[in-house]
């Protein structure tokens, strides 16, 4: 292990010789190789009697040298502790500052408000922190920190697993806990006696001339090491999850289905690793959404069931099965989760150009814009009228109740529901290949209609000024969004947090400890007998209560076995031959 | 884990210098990982790009006549209401387009399209479209803008882009060409150009004999 390094050319002279060395390590040498906690207080320097040796300068490192102590810094439990820290602070600026992973839309609000000091928090990835590579240089570290420190332990402990407790000091009187007392019984059966005691009180025996060492509590290394190993295992399930997993949302209107594959889904994730065959290749259909809410009171408006009715299969041409969608009751479908996550409304709209000819026949999401009505903005694109594409942006009222003139919902149920459109005509801008939202309407090129915006209900339609067409708005239907993920860490990171847990618990509720006992012959014929315990690392105490437990128990033993030996064995001086018993029914003697 | 000093270790490194040189290296390796990156991180915020949706990354894949996957069976019903399947083009090659009526690169690929699959007509490859997550007036509207001759199926649910484990249509437009023998010989994510895709089907009808 260690040793102190000899630089070439030094004379041996001053080193013990072998024999003496064997010696000296038979009087004390260190318990147990490795683990540096201050054992024994009989240690020695591990080269025997080096100290005279000439001291030399300071050894210069080279390369291999510089690389090593960088190794030994990366893995000290100090390096550990500080990456652990800086991976906490790091999360902050994740919660602090807008996500895109989470909240794209706040991300571009917060461009729109601080436009200088945006772009300089993108150089420094601030808006995807959990994806950024200083983030992924502090978990990598602390990754290499911890194994870097806890596989040799590891290795270590299996090679030590059967290693007997070290040989008992000679003077157990200078151990933490002592005791001393005298006993009838010779040494070797009152050490005897102490042995039997101490194993069945389940510690670790190593006997020898005169004395016994006793250690118990080897759990408490298994613990620590099986937290650091768990620990591990959390970091590289999450990263398994981050690598291998996808996050994706869809917004399905009732009535429709789609399939899981990348031009299907409105938002697609996917770890580094991840492509779009990877994907599991089930579909899903909205048959039915209901959602109730809650209609007196304080709360009139808040939503209280969602139910959604979902038919999906996990592959084409796979049975189709049925599914009641709720809130916080995803769908697991071949290992990915589906959420509910939010609601609304579609409209229902058919547009006649000026042909006459039918040109759009859908149902347009729109998206909330106020959560107590459910009022919804949107847009509604007809790229292929003639003679011009038409496009037309407003809002969809569920509750629709004038107040004051203008037009509110008051109750996002649809009980009463209106919708009120913008029209344009021109160039929607589409043909020109660039990719539009579906939700935004670009009006650079477009000219508003000549037609006051007023509120249809459903049924109704409005006629377009200049030969353009009609828009009929001829129902609505409602529309859930789903939030679609997949974490293949997930699982391995609960069972190696139980385990972290586990060992941790194990690691401060297991003592290491030894006993010492020692018998010998004292001055005046009666055996002394010394028990010396230690404990290592007992930070939960109770040890002085176990050590004279045990030393009641161990000399209440020896007692019994004087007595019960003082009662067969025979008088000192008594020699009786096996003729010299008095025969059965012989009433001479007694 | 506290490890006692050990010999051997250079003598010079005093405690707070140690310290300072461990942050220092920390500090130097994250930096240097940052610097990878950050770049092609900013280029890519919603501001900059202005919506938030799923765009495929561009290419264009030629499979060698020894590695193609053979393509799934593909059947549905076509923007008319008549059932079609690609088994029954057995022999010709044919080139499988995604679109959609709301998708402005399908828009701007569609004229290509067209004039590519008339100018093909005679020499035997036969163009296929598939309409997905549309309504059929808006797709029929569509046809009748750009005057695109060649069927298109209708399929709102994704079951065909499903079937596809291999050379999957990751994006829409995705051009599919396929070859007589139902197998799949190249694949272009995103749009099409006329030059582009002409080219293509020549390598692939080249390639087939």
Known sequence: MTGLRVPPGARRRDLPAAGD??????????????????????????????????????????????????????????????????????????????????????????YAAHPTLAPILARFSLFSVFAAPWFAAIYLLLFASLAGCVLPRTFRLVGSARQLPPR????????????????????????????????????????????????????????????HIALLALLASVGIGAIFGYKANRLLVVGDSFGNTPTALDVFRPGRLVTPADLQPFAITLERFRASYITSGTELGQPLQ?????????????????????????????????????????????????????????????IPVNQTGLTSEGVVKVPDATPDQLGFAGVFLPTAVDSGGRLESVFPAALDPRVSLVTYAGNLGMNSGQPQSVYQLDTAHLRRLAIAPRPLAPGQSMKLPGGAGTLAFTGYKQWISLAITYDPGQLPALISGIAALAGLILSFMVRRRRIFVRAQAGPDGATVVDLGGLARSDAAGGFEEEFARLTAQIAGAQVAAAQAGSSVSPAPGDNPAPGNYPALGDTEGE | MHRMPRLGRPAALASPRRGALTALLAVLVSLAAAGCEGGAIAADTPASSGQSFVSGSYGATFYQPGSRPQAPAVTGTTLAGRPLSLRSYRGHIVVLNFWASWCAPCREEAPALA?????????????????????????????????????????????????????????????LVIDGSGRVAARIIDGVTYQGLKALITQVAAKSI
């Not at chain 1, 064997?22 to 683990?35: I, S, V």
């Not at chain 1, 049975?319 to 479908?333: A, D, F, I, Q």
């Not at chain 2, 598939?130 to 007036?137: F, L, P, S, T």
């Open chain 1, 21 to 110: 060395r064997a010696a000296a390590g038979a009087r004390a040498e260190p318990p147990d190789a490795g683990t540096p906690d201050a054992g024994t207080p009989d240690i020695v320097d591990a080269a025997g009697g080096d100290q005279r040796q000439r001291p030399v300068g300071p050894a210069r490192l080279g390369l291999i040298g510089w690389l090593r102590w960088g190794w030994r810094q990366l893995t000290s439990m100090r390096t550990a502790l500080v990456l652990l820290f800086l991976l906490a602070v790091a999360s902050v600026p994740g919660s602090v500052i807008p996500q895109e992973g989470i909240d794209p839309a706040a991300v571009t609000q917060y």
């Open chain 1, 168 to 227: 008992a000091p000679r003077n157990l009187s200078r151990l933490p806990l002592a005791v001393s007392y005298a006993s009838t019984l010779a040494p070797e059966t009152a050490v005897q006696v102490a042995g039997q005691v101490l194993a069945g009180r389940r510690f670790r025996l190593r006997s020898g001339d005169g004395w016994i060492a006793a250690e118990k509590g080897y759990l408490r290394e298994v613990g620590n090491l099986l937290f």
């Open chain 1, 306 to 366: 969602f139910n959604a009715a979902l038919r999906y299969s996990t592959a084409p041409g796979a049975p189709v099965r049925s599914y009641n969608l709720r809130v916080n009751h995803p769908l697991v479908v071949d290992g990915v989760s589906v959420y509910i996550i939010g609601h609304g409304y579609a409209p229902q709209f058919t547009v006649t150009d000026g042909a006459g000819r039918v040109v759009f026949d859908e149902a347009v999401p729109f």
């Open chain 2, 115 to 175: 004039a590519l699959a008339r100018h093909f007509q005679s020499a035997g490859v036969r163009f296929i479209g598939v309409d997905i997550q549309d309504n059929v007036a808006s797709a029929e509207a569509f046809v009748r803008t750009f005057g695109i001759g060649y069927p298109s199926l209708n399929d709102p649910g994704d079951q065909i882009a499903l079937a596809f484990r291999a050379a999957v249509p990751a994006a829409i437009p995705s051009t």
